[in-house]
Structures are given as structure tokens and as C-alpha cells.
């Protein structure tokens, strides 16, 4: 494991009716909830592979709730659960980096909407953070996938329109351009259109996310 390296896995506890609402409107609440809950087990799977500290910050959930998630499921072993703190998801983020900084000079924040993102980009990610203090992973829908940061900025966190498409120029408008570098776009899982790239992406990728694939063949509709 890497010294001074943390990933820090940003979900919502799978909560019917919680999770996924943008999908609601062309499938059933149970097929939502199990489709999200793949995602995040996807993504403790392929995460398991970066030799990094990891972390799990859910949100929407009791310490018991989130206990409970993680008992019995070898996908959790080596997992630290921790539950996010604070008003927005800006002001979560920034107490989820002071809790794990500076044993942690390299961080990286990631979210369960890439059940089959490579490693190798967190892997780029982290190495990347070497260099520079701020690393972005940019996503399809104007925000970011992958933030990872060698320094502690609360400016990245304060007055951000989180969950708009305006994530990522605002976050980049409080740095300056040689102070961060930019990982491959990627899409993010919100829409039923962005399930559609998914699927095609999977075809692609046969071994990727078999937990995801398997709930996409069973979301009923409506």
C-alpha cells in the first residue's frame, strides 16, 4: 500500500426511492436501488486493485445503518466506513479531506457513478498529484468524476452549484492552469441515456463491472 495516499469513495447509503431519482421516471424504484447498489459494489471491487488507504464516506444513513451495509461482504474488508458531515456536499468533501489530512498527502475523491471506470486512471490520478497539487477527472455532464488533491484548498469546495453543469468550469476557475492537470473525460450514470453509453461500454469491456451488467439486464421498467 502506498504511503500517504488516500481514496476517498463518495456514495449514498442505497435507499429506495434515495438513489438514482432521474431513472425513476423509466423504471421501477427496486430495480433503481439494486442498480445502484452494483454500482457501488463495482466500484469497491475494481478500487481494491489501487494500493491506496480507502475510505468510504456514505450519506443519508445511521453509524448502524452503515455497519450493517458492510457486514458479512467480503467486498468491505479493508474499507474504512465513514459517514459524510455537513450542509452540502462541498462543505462533506472538505471535512471528508481534513479527517484524512495530512496522514494523507495525496487524496483522491471518487463517486459510485463509474462502476467500470479503469484503475489505472486513479492510478494516473495519484501520480499525477507528485507533481501537481489539484488533479480532475472530468465528467460527460459538466462536473467531475475524479478529484484528487496534494494540498489542502477549501476554495474548491465553498459557493459551487453542485450537481449542475457548471461543476467543473467553476472548480477550475479558482485555479490556476499550471497548477492542475486533467485526466481522459468520462461519463458519468445519471440518465437513462447515460445508461445506454454504459451498456455499450460493457459490450466492450466484457470482464468489467459484472455486478452492474447483471443489474441492467434485470431493471424492469415503470
Given amino acids: 500500500m502506498a504511503s500517504g495516499e488516500a481514496l476517498l469513495i463518495f456514495a449514498r447509503y442505497p435507499r429506495q426511492g434515495r438513489v438514482k431519482t432521474r431513472l425513476a421516471s423509466r423504471f421501477d424504484p427496486p430495480s433503481i436501488l439494486e442498480l445502484y447498489r452494483a454500482f457501488l459494489l463495482d466500484t469497491l471491487a475494481w478500487t481494491a486493485r489501487v494500493p491506496v488507504t480507502r475510505y468510504l464516506f456514505l450519506a443519508d444513513c445511521t453509524a448502524e445503518e452503515s455497519a450493517s451495509l458492510a457486514s458479512g461482504d467480503p467486498l468491505f474488508e479493508g474499507i474504512r466506513l465513514?459517514?459524510?458531515?455537513?450542509?452540502?456536499?462541498?462543505?462533506?468533501?472538505?471535512?471528508?479531506?481534513?479527517?484524512?489530512?495530512?496522514?494523507?498527502?495525496?487524496?483522491?475523491?471518487?463517486?459510485?457513478?463509474?462502476?467500470?471506470?479503469p484503475a489505472r486512471l486513479v492510478r494516473d490520478g495519484l501520480r499525477l498529484l507528485r507533481r501537481r497539487p489539484v488533479v480532475i477527472g472530468p465528467s460527460t455532464d459538466g462536473g467531475y468524476y475524479l478529484l484528487g488533491l496534494s494540498a489542502p484548498l477549501p476554495v474548491l469546495f465553498e459557493e459551487i452549484d453542485w450537481g449542475s453543469p457548471r461543476v467543473l468550469e467553476q472548480t477550475l476557475g479558482r485555479l490556476d492552469e499550471a497548477s492542475y492537470s486533467l485526466l481522459p473525460v468520462q461519463p458519468d450514470v445519471d440518465t437513462p441515456g447515460d445508461l445506454k453509453e454504459?451498456?455499450?461500454?460493457?459490450?466492450?469491456?466484457?470482464?468489467?463491472?459484472?455486478?452492474?451488467?447483471?443489474?441492467l439486464e434485470a431493471l424492469a421498467p415503470a
Fill in 82 to 117: 465513514r459517514r459524510q458531515e455537513g450542509d452540502d456536499l462541498g462543505e462533506r468533501m472538505w471535512n471528508a479531506f481534513r479527517a484524512v489530512w495530512p496522514a494523507s498527502r495525496r487524496v483522491v475523491f471518487l463517486g459510485a457513478d463509474t462502476p467500470a471506470l
Fill in 198 to 215: 454504459l451498456r455499450q461500454e460493457l459490450k466492450q469491456r466484457p470482464r468489467a463491472a459484472p455486478r452492474t451488467r447483471r443489474a
